[in-house]
């Protein structure tokens, strides 16, 4: 029997984890919290780690003679995935590939020697250097946004609403408090709307399962509140996308496994934000593309972690569409209507995140989101009314 290891066990990773016991696989997950949700699968081998501790991970990987390691719709474990993949010989990506795919600097600087289509940007590590970027920024007339170096989940971003020096200096801590290296990226803001790109590549070959359009708030955080597939954008449009997308993996050296590549799509055609080599979370890949192609997106992944054939061919053409609920500061006192919401034709899937009695303070971050509604139908638009429908009825009472 085959063994898997997958770094991390939240949320994010648990469709991974009944997935790899349901193939009949044997499962070893790692997660430094031990009440971690995916922890409390029956049939699994726990390890206690941080899913960034290199050389703990490597270890454990050799005592269990793993097959495969994989992660799911985090960033921070890729290193590590690489590490275990150059050691014990596995497929996976390279440590070089894993660096460009969770630092944004790196990232931008390969696109760019590829010639891929991507923001004006500046890596910064000083207020210095910072105020100079957001000065050259402003000079070639485009607005500017901040961000860290090595962050994910829409965390530190922020969106300068003038060049007013109070407004350069908040956004300068904000984003610095979000960055662990201290690194940030100072770009030109893209006008347009925002899609993602969801492809598993296999022997170099890299092939677009499904493009997601999304929504997101206003500045300044950027917080993803929806997403529906397949895209409404035109076919001459998704084409682009798909182009700009197969070639940003190529740049950052993806040729087994996932990746999830936000594209922008401006007046000078789409150009991508960023990319994480490995499946798209907020439940893109674990349960919209299925929804809308058939395919199992999860299953492929890691069937290609193990050296295995993977299908990833559309068993059929439907839309999917999730959209999270909309919750202001305070504690939830009440959640209602769940039930009825359920019941609505379409609805797949309704999700508590944060429930009774807990505090929310707004959404600056994906972490503030406190659920969701998930529904398939035969177009995206049909798929967005019936999460909407439903979340009419959902009503969440604050204090």
Known sequence: MKKIMILGASILQLPAIKKA?????????????????????????????????IPEIVKAAKRHSIDGIMTLATDMPMRAVAAVAREMNLIGISADTAVKATNKAEMRKALKKAGVPIPVFYKVSTKEEYLEAVGKIKEAGYRCIIKPADNSGSRGINLLKDYDSETVEKAYNYSKESSRSGDLMVEEYMEGPEVSVETLSVNGVCHVIQITDKLTTDAPYFVEMGHSQPSGHTEEIKKQIAEVAIAANHAIGISNGPSHTEIKITKDGPKVVELGARLGGDNITTYLTPLSTGVDMVESCIRIALGETADLEPKFHKASAIRYFRVEQGFIRDIRGLEEARKIPGVKQIYVVHGIGEKMNGIKSSGDRSGFVIAQADTAEKAVEICEKALDLIEIEME
Do not use: C, H, R, Y
């Open 21 to 53: 016991k349901e193939m009949g696989l044997e499962v070893v997950v790692v997660d430094m919290n031990p009440d971690a949700v995916g922890f409390q699968t029956e049939g699994i081998e726990k390890e206690i780690i941080s899913t960034i501790d």
